[in-house]
C-alpha cells in the first residue's frame, strides 16, 4: 500500500468514526425531542400567520410540536391533497373550504361532532355564526348531520371603495345602480379604473352575482344549487341580467374578461389606481402587512367599504353575504393523534385564533372573538361592521363542484356575449339537475 | 481408425460441441435477466398507472362521494360534451401553430446569429433563450399586463398609430386561445433556435464553402443545403412539439383557467378541473386515456412517417 492510499484509507478512517461519534452524541440527546407529538398540518392559510398560532399553541402545549406545510390553493394544494388521499398519507389536519372541498374529502375526514361537544359543551354549534354553520354541512348527504369541517375565519363580501379618489372627485358612495353608473363614468372619465373586476378569476363573479341575486330575492341563489328552486327563475335571471349591465355600462373596467384579481387587481386597488372593487371583509388583513406597504392602506385610511347599490331608486342594498372564509378538517389519521384535535380547537377558538385575529386576517368564525392588537379606530370601526353583518349573511358558497363549474362557464359566458342570461342559467339548471340526480 | 474409436470421436465431437452450445444458449437466455430492472421499472412506473387510470375511468361518483360502475358512460358523456371537442380544437390550434412557427422563427434566428455576428454570438444566443429558463408564472403576469387593454403594454404601443384595444385578448372567447399560443411561441423560440444553432454548427464549413462557389444563397441554400441536412433537427423538434403540447398546462391555467367558457381549455386544464377541482377522477381518467390514445396514435405516425432514427443518429442534430 503506497502512502497516498495510506493518508487515503486514515483519512475516510476518521471521517467515519467521528460521523458515528457526532451521530452517538446527537442520539444520546435526542429523547427530548423524540418524545414530542408531531401535528402535521397542510393549508393555504397565511404562513405568517399560521406561524403565529403555531407559537401560541406550543407555548401552551411543550410536548407538541406542529409541523405545517402552506401550499398555493390551486394547484398545489388541491394536487397534495389528491395524491395524499390516494396513498393513505393525509396530514392530521387540512384546511378546507365548505360544501364542495369537503364533500370530495369527506370519506377521509374525521366526524367532529363527539369533539366538538366534549370541548366545548354540548350546545357548541351556538358559538358560531349561523351562516358558518349552515356551510358546515353543506353539501352533506341527506341525514348525516356530522360536521367534517369547522371554520376557521369567516368572511362578509362587499364592495370596497377609494375614499380618498371619492373625496377628490366629489363623488357620493353610490346606494343605487344609478349613482354606480355615474360614479364610474366619473372615474372613468378622469383616468381611474371605475371598478376593477377580475373576470378570468371566477370567485370575485361569483361573488358579485351573489349579492346582487340576494338584494333581489334573498335566498333563492342558495335554493337553486339545493335543487330547491329554478336556476331559472325571474329573479336569478334578473339578477344574471344585471350582472351582464356592470359590463355594457361601463362600470366595471374595460378587459376586465381577461384579468385577475389577485395580484393584479389588489396592487391596482392599493396603489390608489382604482375607484371601487368587490371584495371583503379579509382586505383588512392588508393594513397589516410587513412595511413597505402602499400608503392608502396604512390604517385602511383609503378605504371603506359599502354595500351593492340598489337596482331601483327606492330599493334596498344588498343584504350582506359571506360564510366561511376557510376552515380546517381533521382526517382519520388525526383523529389517531389527540395533539391535533387539541391544535385544531386552538385554531378555531382558542389562542390560534386570537393570532390569526390580531394580523387581521379575517373575521373569526366562533362568537366573541376581536383582535386584541393595537389597530386605528377606522379599521375597529370597520371590523365590528362586518362582525354585526355576519351575524344575518347570506350563505355564499356553493356545495356541489359540478353545479360550481358550470355556474362559472354561465356567469364568464354572460360576461363574454357568448350566452343569454336565461341561455347561461339554463346551462346551470341541467349541471345542477345532472348533479343531483332529480 | 477402427469403428470404436470412429463412435468415441464422433461422441467425443458432439460432447465438444454441444457443451459450449448450451453454455452459449444459457448465456443468450441469462442476458434476458438483465432486463427485468428495466421491465419492471416500466411495469410500476408505466404500465401500472394506464392500467389504474383505464380502470378509473370505468367509475363515476355522486356528489355525495358514492362512486358506481359507469362502464363507458365517462367516454359517452365526453364525446358528447361541446367542451370536449372544443379542447380538442384548441390542442389541434396549438399544435399546428405553436410547432411550425417556432421552428420558422427559432431557425431564421439560428442562422441570423451564426452567420451575422461575432463577438455579440453569446449575447444573442442568451437573450433569446431566457424566456425558455424563465418562470412560467414570471411569465404569465408580465403577458396578463401586456395584453391589458386598460393600461397595458400592448395598447400603450397600439395608443402610438391611433389604435384602441376595447376587448381583452385573454378574455374574449374568440381570441383566448390564440393569445395563448402567442405566449407559449414566445416562451419556447429560444429553445428551437438553440437546437437549430447546433444543427447548424454541426453542419462542415465545406459544404457552405462548395454551396456559396455553386452559387447557392437565400432561398435555394436554405431548401436544398440547410433544410436537407437539419432534417435531424427538425425531427427532434417536431417530436418534442407534439409532446409539449399534449403536455400544455401551466401557462394556460395562470393565464385563462381555460376560459372564459372553456374558450381556452387543453387537455391538461381539462382533466385539472375534473379530476381535481370537481373530484370527478373517472371523467379526468377518461379524458387521460383519450389522450393517451391520441399520443400512442401521433407517436405511431412519427414512427411510420419519420422512422425512429433520428432520435438516436449522431451528427445528425
Known amino acids: 500500500m503506497n502512502v497516498a492510499a495510506k493518508v487515503l484509507l486514515t483519512g475516510a478512517g476518521s471521517l467515519a468514526l467521528t460521523s458515528l461519534a457526532v451521530g452517538v452524541s446527537f442520539a444520546h440527546q435526542a429523547p427530548a425531542t423524540h418524545k414530542k407529538t408531531v401535528v402535521t398540518v397542510w393549508s393555504w392559510f397565511i404562513a405568517g400567520t399560521m406561524k403565529q398560532a403555531i407559537k401560541q399553541f406550543e407555548r401552551t402545549h411543550p410536548n407538541v410540536v406542529v409541523k405545517y406545510s402552506y401550499y398555493n390553493y390551486s394547484p398545489q394544494f388541491l394536487t397534495a391533497l389528491k395524491a395524499a388521499a390516494a396513498s393513505n398519507s393525509l396530514p392530521d389536519i387540512i384546511g378546507l373550504q365548505p360544501g364542495s372541498l369537503t364533500q370530495q374529502y369527506r370519506p377521509y375526514l374525521a366526524p367532529l361532532n363527539s369533539l366538538a361537544a366534549k370541548t366545548w359543551g354540548s350546545h357548541w354549534e351556538s358559538k358560531i355564526f349561523p351562516v358558518d354553520r349552515a356551510q358546515m354541512l353543506m353539501g352533506n348527504p341527506p341525514g348525516n348531520h356530522n360536521v367534517y369541517m369547522l371554520p376557521q375565519e369567516s368572511q362578509v363580501i362587499c364592495l370596497w371603495y377609494n375614499t380618498q379618489i371619492f373625496s377628490k372627485l366629489h363623488l357620493a358612495v353610490p346606494r343605487t345602480f344609478t349613482a354606480l353608473v355615474h360614479d364610474a363614468h366619473a372615474l372613468s372619465s378622469h383616468g381611474y379604473i371605475p371598478m376593477y373586476q377580475g373576470v378570468a378569476g371566477a370567485w370575485q363573479n361569483e361573488n358579485v352575482y351573489e349579492m346582487i341575486a340576494d338584494q333581489i330575492a334573498p335566498g333563492l341563489f342558495h335554493k337553486a344549487q339545493q335543487g330547491q328552486a329554478a336556476w331559472t327563475s325571474p329573479g336569478l335571471v334578473k339578477a344574471m341580467t344585471v350582472w351582464k349591465r356592470l359590463f355594457t355600462t361601463g362600470v366595471f373596467q374595460a378587459g376586465a374578461l381577461g384579468d385577475q384579481a389577485y395580484p393584479t387587481g389588489a396592487q391596482l386597488f392599493a396603489d390608489g389606481r382604482v375607484g371601487m372593487m368587490a371584495l371583503g371583509s379579509w382586505w383588512l388583513q392588508e393594513a397589516k402587512y410587513a412595511p413597505p406597504i402602499p400608503p392608502l392602506v396604512r390604517g385602511m385610511k383609503g378605504f371603506a367599504p359599502f354595500s351593492f347599490p340598489a337596482l331601483t331608486a327606492h330599493g334596498h342594498v344588498s343584504p350582506p353575504v359571506g360564510g366561511i372564509d376557510v376552515g380546517d378538517g381533521l382526517t382519520k389519521n388525526g383523529a389517531r393523534n389527540p395533539a391535533a384535535w387539541q391544535f385544531l380547537a386552538s385554531l378555531v377558538d382558542g389562542a390560534g385564533e386570537q393570532a390569526s385575529l390580531n394580523a387581521l386576517n379575517d373575521l373569526p368564525a366562533f362568537k366573541g372573538f376581536a383582535p386584541t392588537a393595537a389597530v386605528s379606530p377606522h379599521i375597529s370601526k370597520m371590523y365590528h361592521a362586518f362582525i354585526g353583518q355576519l351575524s344575518h349573511a347570506e350563505n355564499q358558497r356553493f356545495a356541489y363542484p359540478p353545479v360550481q363549474t358550470a355556474f362559472d362557464n354561465a356567469i364568464g359566458g354572460v360576461a363574454a356575449g357568448k350566452l343569454t342570461p336565461m341561455g347561461a342559467l339554463k346551462q346551470v339548471q341541467a349541471a345542477t339537475k345532472k348533479a343531483l340526480g332529480h | ?317
Open chain 2, 1 to 317: 481408425m477402427t469403428e470404436e474409436d470412429s463412435v468415441l470421436v464422433q461422441v467425443g465431437t458432439r460432447d465438444a460441441m454441444d457443451l459450449p452450445l448450451n453454455r452459449s444458449r444459457w448465456r443468450r437466455s441469462a442476458l434476458y435477466l438483465y432486463e427485468i430492472p428495466a421491465l419492471a421499472f416500466f411495469g410500476i412506473f408505466v404500465g401500472y398507472p394506464i392500467l389504474w387510470v383505464i380502470y378509473t375511468s370505468l367509475f363515476a361518483a355522486t356528489v355525495h362521494g358514492a362512486t358506481y360502475w359507469a362502464g363507458l358512460g365517462n367516454y359517452a358523456e365526453l364525446l358528447q360534451s361541446p367542451t370536449f371537442w372544443m379542447t380538442l380544437r384548441n390542442m389541434a390550434l396549438w399544435g399546428l401553430i405553436t410547432i411550425p412557427v417556432q421552428m420558422i422563427i427559432g431557425g431564421l434566428l439560428a442562422y441570423a446569429i451564426e452567420q451575422y455576428t461575432i463577438r455579440s454570438k453569446a449575447v444573442f444566443r442568451t437573450v433569446y433563450f431566457v424566456p425558455v429558463v424563465t418562470s412560467v408564472v414570471v411569465i404569465a403576469i408580465v403577458w396578463e399586463q401586456i395584453y391589458a387593454p386598460y393600461y397595458g403594454i400592448l395598447q400603450a404601443g397600439l395608443t402610438e398609430i391611433g389604435l384602441h384595444l376595447n376587448f381583452s385578448l385573454l378574455g374574449s372567447y374568440d381570441t383566448a386561445i390564440f393569445a395563448l399560443i402567442i405566449v407559449n411561441i414566445w416562451e419556447w423560440t429560444g429553445f428551437s433556435m438553440l437546437m437549430y444553432i447546433a444543427g447548424l454548427n454541426a453542419i462542415p464549413r465545406e459544404i457552405f464553402d462548395a454551396s456559396h462557389i455553386d452559387g447557392a444563397s437565400g432561398w435555394r441554400l436554405s431548401r436544398y443545403v440547410l433544410i436537407p441536412l437539419l432534417s435531424g433537427v427538425n425531427k427532434s423538434l417536431l417530436l418534442l412539439g407534439i409532446i409539449g403540447t399534449l403536455q400544455t398546462f401551466p401557462l394556460v391555467f395562470l393565464m385563462t383557467n381555460g376560459g372564459p367558457d372553456n374558450a381556452s381549455q387543453v387537455f391538461g386544464t381539462y382533466i385539472f378541473l375534473h379530476g381535481f377541482t370537481e373530484g370527478q377522477t373517472g371523467l379526468a381518467s377518461a379524458i387521460s386515456v383519450v389522450v393517451l390514445i391520441l399520443a400512442a396514435g401521433l407517436t405511431f405516425l412519427q414512427i411510420r412517417y419519420l422512422g425512429t432514427q433520428f432520435l438516436s443518429r449522431k451528427g445528425d442534430a
